[in-house]
């Protein structure tokens, strides 16, 4: 063969294997052999093309890698996609490609799919940034702070780390905007566990729940997906300024329902109920003549409340306050003051109790408690008689001084007689005026 003709064969077979050789372009697929592998990046030669390109570390996948040599090693083949060029001569130059790129438009897929079925997502949260929580789906998701559950959430750190459920509510893959919410999941689930707790729950019922948040007036139960309230004043039988003095979030605690409205999902429930009654046992723990120590919660015009035990008042009538004659308790007594107090009557049914602060002390020289009392040979101790016929009309309610029936009673518990007390002295008929010039 001549020279001529070998060269001309030399040149066809360059020109062929130049046009075997694929041009890279941005944006392509291409396959590439792992060379090298370095601590940040792999390095590898593009099939077809006869240059090299590398991928770093944070290009590899859209999972963190802490070990670059635990994702690849040399001689794997890899479906890459062309990101840019790395310098200005193309020739020889290399290219940035990437792993990741490529198996984000593979889950961009899939989740435009699942979207557009009405399916749902589960991601872990990455982290708590402003504003609400990042996942990562694949692909970076954001979930606003009011899509992140169906009640304010002041702290959002407790979800970092967690697996949620959440629902596609906007996707646009060219813009990388993925926003979820975990919000429309609780929603969900409460409300068909809510038809089932409305179903079978009645008003009387004691069940188990868990404190889900607290609030100024009160605390929220859930009792399996639906939330009842138990009122601040639902709580216990002593006085509670905030629920927080008494609960914790994530308590277990045992409830009594008191109203069940379905129509406004709404739960009216109470601790206190479940709690031994206040005026149980009441004559044990408060019998007559015995000293107790209470704190003044009212006062009124006609004597003063005193809580002797808690959810237990007594009533200490004005005449039983002091030896000397007050106006009013307010005189002497002020709300919140603790005081010794002495049970003069117990009523359980009725949940009355006789109490009184001045059969604790001695009445002193000249007052009217000291002064001996005539009432026909009978010394009427209570103070409604004066003696002789008088003091049986005057004592309390007289043939002469009856009440009227509507007024026998208020809403304390107490009797007009119990509230009036000596104030019933003060009445006269003139029959009681014709007694006093017999008297005389």
């Known amino acids: 063969m001549s020279e001529k003709n070998e060269s001309s064969e030399n040149t066809e077979t360059m020109a062929d294997a130049l046009k075997s050789v694929e041009t890279v372009h941005i944006g392509d697929t291409v396959k590439g052999e792992v060379l090298a592998v370095e601590d940040k990046q792999l390095v590898v030669g593009i099939e077809g093309t006869g240059v090299e390109g590398v991928v770093p570390l944070k290009e590899l996948s859209t999972q963190p890698i802490d070990d670059i040599n635990s994702v690849a090693k040399v001689g794997d083949k890899l479906d890459l996609v062309v990101i840019s060029t790395i310098g200005k001569d193309k020739e020889n130059g290399q290219y940035l490609l990437s792993k990741r790129r490529l198996e984000a438009q593979k889950v961009w897929k899939d989740i435009q799919a699942k979207a557009d079925a009405g399916e749902t997502i589960t991601a872990p949260v990455t982290s708590v940034v402003k504003g609400g929580l990042v996942v990562n789906a694949g692909v970076r998701g954001f979930v606003p702070a009011s899509m992140v559950s169906d009640h304010f959430v002041e702290d959002l750190s407790q979800y970092k780390g967690q697996e949620l459920e959440f629902k596609i509510i906007e996707i646009e893959p060219s813009e990388n905007r993925l926003i979820l919410s975990h919000r429309a999941i609780v929603e969900a689930g409460k409300a068909e566990a809510r038809k089932e707790i409305f179903a079978k729950i009645q008003p009387g019922d004691t069940v188990e729940g ?109 005449s039983q306050i002091s030896h000397e004659h007050i106006a009013t ?112």
């Open 210 to 318: 868990k404190v889900a948040r607290l609030t100024n007036f009160g605390a929220f139960v859930d009792l399996g997906g639906v939330d009842g309230l138990v009122h601040v004043s639902e709580i216990s039988f002593d006085h509670v300024d905030k629920p927080s003095d008494v609960l914790k979030v994530g308590q277990d605690i045992k409830v009594k329902v008191l109203a069940v409205d379905p129509d406004r999902n709404r739960i009216s429930l109470s601790i206190k109920a479940t709690l031994p009654q206040p005026w149980d046992d009441i004559e044990e723990k408060a019998p007559a003549g015995s000293v107790l120590t209470g704190t003044v919660k009212r006062l009124t015009s006609f004597g003063a409340f005193v809580e002797v035990f808690p959810g237990v008042e007594g009533l200490v009538h004005i």
């Open 329 to 440: 308790p307010q005189d002497v007594l002020s709300e919140g003051q603790e005081i010794q107090v002495k049970v003069l009557s117990v009523d359980p049914d009725q949940h009355r109790l006789a109490l009184s602060i001045k059969a604790l002390t001695e009445a002193p020289e000249g007052s009217s408690d000291d002064r001996p009392r005539s009432n026909g040979g009978n010394n009427n101790r209570g103070g409604n008689s004066r003696g002789g016929d008088r003091g049986g009309r005057r004592g309390g309610r007289s043939e002469h001084t009856q009440i009227p029936a509507e007024y026998q009673q208020d809403d304390s518990g107490f009797s007009m007689g119990d509230l009036l007390g000596d104030a019933l002295k003060n009445l006269s008929t003139p029959n009681d005026e014709k007694d006093d010039k017999d008297n005389k």
